[in-house]
């Protein structure tokens, strides 16, 4: 797997250190209870859930070798809730979190 991956339209590229992973948020039109649809424009929690754009290579651990990632690009995962940095390249927002903060891996 490529440290380096291409984001957006290919234009930027952004490497991750150590463990850390660039994430794409998966936002999803809601519905409420009364059926009304409410778009993504309306101000909502922040997203729990993304896709996996890139990675760091590994935590560096004591001995020098690098701890494998548990997460590769395309992984659709979940994660806590507070922890993302938001970023935004070429106007796409996309979130930064520790490989700690992943929660789960949607299958």
């Known amino acids: ?22 994430i794409k948020p998966i936002t999803e039109d809601e519905v409420a209870k009364s059926g009304i649809v409410l778009p993504e424009t309306v101000d909502k929690e922040k997203p729990e ?13 004591e001995n020098g070798q690098r701890a494998p990632m548990g997460v590769k690009v395309g ?10 940095d938001e970023v935004k390249i070429d106007k796409e927002e996309f979130l930064v979190i520790s490989e700690s903060d992943v929660i789960a891996i949607i299958e």
Not at 3 to 16: A, D, F, H, W
Not at 49 to 61: N, W
């Open 75 to 84: 992984d659709k995962v979940m994660f806590k809730k507070y922890s993302p």
């Open 49 to 61: 859930k993304g896709e996996v754009v890139a990675t760091g290579p590994g935590k560096l651990l």
């Open 1 to 22: 797997m490529s440290e380096e991956q291409k984001l957006s339209n290919g234009v930027k590229k952004i490497k991750p250190l150590h463990d850390m992973i660039v």
